[in-house]
């Protein structure tokens, strides 16, 4: 793998870590503001939202650059932001902060894919996007934890002052390593948005929306239900979420390495395995050691349908694929914010902590039905094209096809 994909993995690292890490240090947030915690919750609100309109506003913009500096002009935006939130003297400065740094979020990602898959032969695509993801899921693992433990320990000012230079680490290995990747000749805005009129990116999409939402239902209310259902300590949730991000780590390098090899099947798989899974949770989060287990198992089915869906996405929409790849990292985030409010909604109407789980395990198996008709279509496309070429081609054609 090219040393370029360990550049974009340390941006993705950076990124990944200041997304996460707020919500550990929110309570601290909160009392140097003077602000209630859900107050404060706006800090995580906002950065989705942000990630969501980001990813396709900044692609946009950056159409009229080549990748790598626009590459390098995100993680620009995402220095500032970050020094905004680490220097903010009023929560609304720091709210603004985190939306600068989310707009570069959903970009970086989706045209980081398109750099990272032209980096390698066409078989190795789906390897070299994961590469870059790596740097989110060992964000989850290393980086958030640290990043909770400096903040308690020492301020969560410095937190945010060390994610800042993760960020100028991550710019200065694209300056230094990405090559100079001109912007592909012919290819405009109008040939980026017609990337949409296509069925097959649509339902990509939607798969990212149900299939990584299934997780995100269950995962943003891990703590009470670790801490009210398991009967773990509430100083167990930290270790808790570190096996969830191994589970991350784990399931996308499968998923990097299985999908050059059988995209389709590998969905097929980790969707259906996930919607049992989280199914599952509702029971086996009544034990500690059964609940740990599922946690990471979540992690792993459900990071590793990022890769493949993130390469589905780039192959649909061939030719112009660089704002179809990043307003598919929007999906995820959307994704999380709907699961979110709905398991949120259970839990309000009084089915219970473990009520969540339930939402999750329908919105993986939609996503697996999803994939299923997406295969259909597939096929019935390919029928239909080989039925044209085969039924009015000059005879010399179709000797020629048939040969």
Excluded: C
């Excluded at 410095?158 to 001109?182: N, Q, R, S, Y």
């Excluded at 997406?374 to 039925?387: F, I, K, N, Q, Y």
């Amino acid at each position: 793998m090219p040393l370029a994909l360990l550049a974009l993995a340390i941006g993705a690292f950076g990124i990944g870590t200041t997304e996460f890490v707020i919500m550990g240090l929110l309570p601290e947030v909160a009392g140097d503001f003077g602000v209630s915690i859900p107050t404060a919750g706006f800090l995580v609100t906002g950065y989705a939202l942000g990630v969501v309109l980001g990813a396709p506003l900044m692609t946009v913009l950056g159409t009229k650059v080549s990748r790598k500096r626009m590459l390098m002009l995100l993680m620009g935006l995402f220095i500032v932001g970050n020094l905004l939130s680490a220097l903010a003297p009023a929560f609304s400065v720091m709210l603004i902060g985190r939306v600068v740094a989310s707009l570069a979020h959903g970009a970086f990602f989706g045209i980081g894919s398109v750099v990272a898959a032209d980096l390698v032969a066409p078989d190795k695509k789906a390897g070299a996007i994961a590469m870059m993801f790596t740097g989110l899921t060992v964000a989850n693992v290393v980086g958030v934890p640290l990043g909770t433990f400096v903040g308690q320990s020492i301020g969560w000012r410095v937190t945010f002052g060390i994610v800042a230079a993760l960020g100028v680490v991550g710019l200065a290995g694209i300056a230094k390593l990405v090559p100079d990747m001109p912007k592909q000749q012919g290819v405009r805005l109008r040939h980026e948005l017609a990337a949409f009129k296509n069925a097959q990116v649509l339902l990509a999409m939607m798969m990212t929306v149900l299939g990584f939402g299934g997780v995100f239902a269950a995962i943003t209310y891990i703590a009470p239900m670790m801490t009210h259902v398991a009967g773990f300590a509430d100083g167990s949730v930290t270790w808790l979420l570190v096996l969830f991000g191994l589970g991350m780590v784990g399931g996308n390098l499968v998923g990097g390495k299985y999908a050059d090899r059988a995209l389709m099947p590998l969905l097929y798989v980790s969707l259906g395995a996930l919607a049992v899974v989280l199914a599952l949770f509702t029971l086996t989060a009544h034990n500690k050691v059964l609940a740990a287990v599922t946690i990471a198992l979540i992690g792993a089915l459900g990071f590793a349908t990022v890769p493949p869906l993130q390469k589905r996405v780039l192959d649909q929409a061939h030719g112009a694929p660089t704002l179809a790849s990043a307003v598919n990292i929007g999906a995820f985030n959307l994704g999380n914010a709907v699961s979110a409010w709905l398991g949120g909604i259970v839990i309000a109407a009084g089915y219970g902590y473990t009520s969540p789980n339930w939402v999750g395990a329908a919105l993986a198996a939609a996503a697996l039905l999803l994939a299923f008709l997406s295969a259909a279509l597939e096929r019935r496309d390919g029928a239909s094209s080989s039925t044209v070429v085969t039924g009015t081609a000059p005879a010399e054609q179709r000797a020629v096809v048939h040969h």
